[in-house]
């Protein structure tokens, strides 16, 4: 370690402590200050671990979770960046605060914002590359869906020997040839037709002849099991496939890998997906069918996916939203809750959100719109709130949601939620409002503080 690395080390690791001992929280601050005093840290503090990178617009979180619970079951020494700080100076700050390895070479999963893949492979060769999907998202800050991908490829194409894991429904990871070992996952559920996608889906043009792609079934988005009728362009071979769904709720998912039974305490056909990604990742590292299906039924919760909070008497499911195919996929799965429940809807438009708010026009609202009128009678009460309060109030009005219980200051939020009429409520909040809603949680002795990144 150079005299620079180690003077960055040390501020880091004391900025820290600082924050965690005084201030109760903080992860992206000390790898922000340890970078400024060598931009090259990373290359010192990773050097000695095998390093996974968990990359893809959505998914990230619940994948690199569970993909650690998966690696725990056989590894003794894996380290993760638990709170979703995936920039550089977030992951600076993982290494900063991790202890000492001793013994075997110790595991990294770490989950990496795709801007920042090529940030952690200038001066990381990982191992592997979990590619979860591509969905447009934050067009301020990634553009289109290609842009996004060849963020991601500058920086696969410099670690060339690593293997990439790769969510094989998704066209976009079989449409540039890569020197990379690969191994792909997805979805053989369903008998083979011939369809198409519905209109407005991105993605679905053969990166080939740019030809519409069809499929033979997809799962949701323009993930399935695609082809092209013009040059025969076609998903790869599968590796590891759902194989068959059983029942699912909000905080539950029966399904089948490589036709044998798994569970896991969470819903929503998109985790499964992420379920399946971590499956894909424990058996390229060795662990067995057992060991992962015991690691699946943990019901250890994750920061702002699915997080289970009691209010009161109230038992609230904090979901982070942040693009159309996300919250559609939200949208279907709290639609599967057999009882009656209040919805709370919360949009800030931050940086960390994506400005342009857009985006809520393009999710399937109307679901809700249908359930709360008379149609399906499930939604008992609707609340909205965040900076842009508005612009959600509008949207779900126009959905056929009239009156809802307004509510800008967050501060407030959780007060209002305990006078909700139902039991049970659902909260689906842009990044930026779920740490503020958090902390309104952390101040009341709900939850505890310093999970935010």
């Keep these: 370690m150079s005299l620079k690395s180690g003077v960055a080390t040390a501020v880091g690791k004391s900025s820290y402590w600082f924050l965690h001992t005084f201030l109760h929280g903080g992860s992206s601050l000390p790898g922000k200050l340890a970078t400024r005093i060598d931009p090259e840290l990373l290359k010192t503090l990773g050097q000695n671990y095998d390093v996974i990178v968990v990359t893809g617009t959505n998914g990230k979180t619940l994948t690199t979770a569970l993909t650690v619970r998966v690696l725990r079951e056989k590894y003794t020494d894996v380290l993760t960046n638990p709170t979703g700080s995936n920039m550089e100076q977030g992951i600076v700050g993982t290494f900063l605060h991790a202890k000492r390895p001793r013994g075997q070479r110790p595991l990294a999963i770490l989950e990496v914002d795709e801007a920042n893949v090529i940030k952690v492979t200038q001066y990381i060769k990982p191992i592997a590359f979990v590619l979860t999907n591509i969905f447009r998202d934050q067009m301020d800050r990634y553009g289109e869906i290609y842009t996004t991908y060849k963020k991601i490829l500058d920086?696969?194409?410099?670690?060339?020997?690593?293997?990439?894991?790769?969510n094989g429904d998704a066209q976009l990871f079989n449409s540039v040839s890569l020197p990379n070992p690969k191994?792909?996952?997805?979805?053989?559920?369903?008998?083979?037709?011939?369809?198409?996608?519905?209109?407005?889906?991105?993605?679905?043009?053969?990166?080939?002849?740019?030809?519409?792609?069809?499929?033979?079934?997809?799962?949701?988005?323009?993930?399935?099991?695609?082809?092209?009728?013009?040059?025969?362009f076609h998903r790869p071979e599968l590796t590891d496939a759902v194989t068959k769904l059983g029942a699912m709720t909000p905080t539950s998912s029966v399904f089948e890998i490589n036709n044998q039974p798994y569970e896991i305490g969470i819903g929503g056909l998109y985790n499964i997906y992420n379920a399946l990604a971590a499956f894909a990742v424990g058996h390229f590292m060795g662990v067995s069918d057992d060991q992962i299906?015991?690691?699946?039924?943990?019901?250890?919760?994750?920061?702002?996916?699915?997080?289970e909070i009691h209010v009161g008497d109230k038992d609230v499911t904090l979901i982070l939203i942040k693009n159309p195919v996300g919250v559609n996929q939200v949208i279907d799965m709290i639609l599967t809750e057999p009882d009656p429940f209040s919805f709370v809807g919360l949009l800030n438009a931050n940086y960390a959100d994506g400005i342009d708010t857009s985006w809520i026009w393009d999710g399937e609202f109307e679901k809700l719109g249908a359930a709360g009128s008379g149609q399906q009678p499930k939604i008992k009460a609707f609340m909205t709130g965040g900076e842009r309060y508005k612009d959600i109030t509008f949207r779900l009005k126009v959905a056929g949601v009239d009156h809802p219980i307004i509510e800008p200051d967050l501060s407030e939020v959780v007060g209002k939620i305990k006078t909700l009429p139902t039991k049970k409520v659902y909260v689906l909040a842009t990044y930026t409002a779920v740490l503020q809603l958090r902390k309104q949680f952390a101040s009341k002795g709900l939850i505890k503080e310093g999970m935010g990144a």
């Design 183 to 232: 191994i792909f996952y997805g979805f053989n559920h369903l008998p083979k037709a011939d369809i198409t996608a519905p209109v407005n889906t991105d993605g679905i043009l053969c990166p080939i002849c740019q030809h519409i792609l069809h499929y033979h079934f997809m799962t949701y988005g323009n993930l399935g099991d695609y082809f092209c009728p013009h040059c025969g």
């Design 293 to 307: 299906r015991l690691a699946f039924t943990s019901d250890e919760r994750v920061f702002g996916r699915q997080e």
């Design 155 to 166: 920086g696969i194409k410099l670690a060339p020997d690593a293997t990439i894991i790769a």
